[in-house]
């Protein structure tokens, strides 16, 4: 099995607790020498400043490439450029360009009426500076928004048409699902690489409701399975093997990188890319405690 190349996505902290556990998150996953670590942005752009800080800091304590995510929502084309200039200006020169999703308390995303009206126009205007490295997000189980599974990738070639170098996958529970993905993918002409998300199951409650909110099936076979695990107090044992076995596949069927969501908790994650082989230490990274 060949060892794959990894990134690690992050969210902003809040509170000095969830500062704490980002740093720690950075410390325990920088000697595995991830592409790149990847900070969220919060609905309506609601963690903006946090998200600059986060990935500011962890840009200069780790020496590692970091992507800030960016979205279209609640602000103007100006206001949105001018965050990315902020990112630039602070040495974060790649972007996870999306439109993002309602703000909290509304059922649809709706536009600025001075802003971006999709994620198209927001990576055409940011290849247009020629400042950043752009990744897009993908959904192997169609978008919540688009009218058909064809339309769905159709969107995708668009975005990457636009300048994007890369697309990151919403999470998915069975490996198939990606690989029907990708072949329908390159059917579509879309030759930029799609990278599969992963989301290793610290908290079934969660990443079940989770999985609702964003379109992500659930096979039964996955409920029964925790279900049982759960019971016998044998949870983290279970999505740990479930994981790393699905990542074995991809990487069996010629996926050469994988990102991970690590939700700021860092100990499953590690343990699977250690299981795949991704065990390199990196050298000359400081310590980010």
């Known amino acids: 099995m060949p060892t794959p190349a990894v990134s690690f996505e ?5 509170s000095i607790d969830a500062s704490f556990k980002l740093w720690d998150t950075a410390q325990a996953l920088a000697p595995l020498a991830p592409r790149f670590f990847s900070v969220t942005y919060g609905a309506g752009g609601s963690t903006r400043d946090l998200t600059h800080d986060a990935a500011y800091t962890l840009h200069k304590t780790s020496r590692l490439p970091v992507a800030a995510h960016l979205t279209c929502v609640g602000a103007t084309r100006e206001e949105t450029l001018a965050t990315a200039r902020r990112f630039a200006a602070a040495g974060v020169t790649d972007i996870v360009a999306l439109r993002g999703d309602a703000p909290e308390g509304e059922d649809r995303f709706t536009p600025h009426p001075d802003g971006f009206a999709d994620a198209v126009e927001l990576v055409e205007a940011l290849a247009e500076t020629q400042l950043f490295t752009l990744r897009v997000g993908a959904y192997p189980e169609s ?37 029907r993905f990708r072949d329908a993918c390159a059917a579509a002409g879309i030759t930029a690489p799609v990278t599969p998300g992963i989301l290793p199951i610290v908290n079934w409650g969660n990443a079940r409701r989770f999985a609702t909110r964003c379109g992500t099936q659930v096979p039964a076979w996955l409920d029964q399975a925790f279900e049982a695990a759960i019971r016998d107090d044998r949870h983290d ?53």
């Open 10 to 14: 992050v969210f902003p902290p809040r």
């Open 143 to 179: 978008h919540p928004d688009a009218v058909s599974p064809q339309a769905n990738i159709d969107w995708l070639k668009a975005k990457i048409d636009a300048g994007a170098a890369e697309a990151i996958t919403q999470f998915f529970f069975e490996a198939e699902t990606f690989l």
């Open 237 to 289: 044992l279970l999505a740990t093997a479930l994981c790393t076995e699905m990542c074995s596949t991809l990487l069996d069927e010629g996926v050469e990188s994988l990102h991970f969501y690590t939700l700021n908790r860092p100990e499953m994650t590690r343990q699977i890319c250690h299981a795949l082989g991704v065990t390199q230490a990196l050298t000359g990274v400081r310590d980010v405690a």
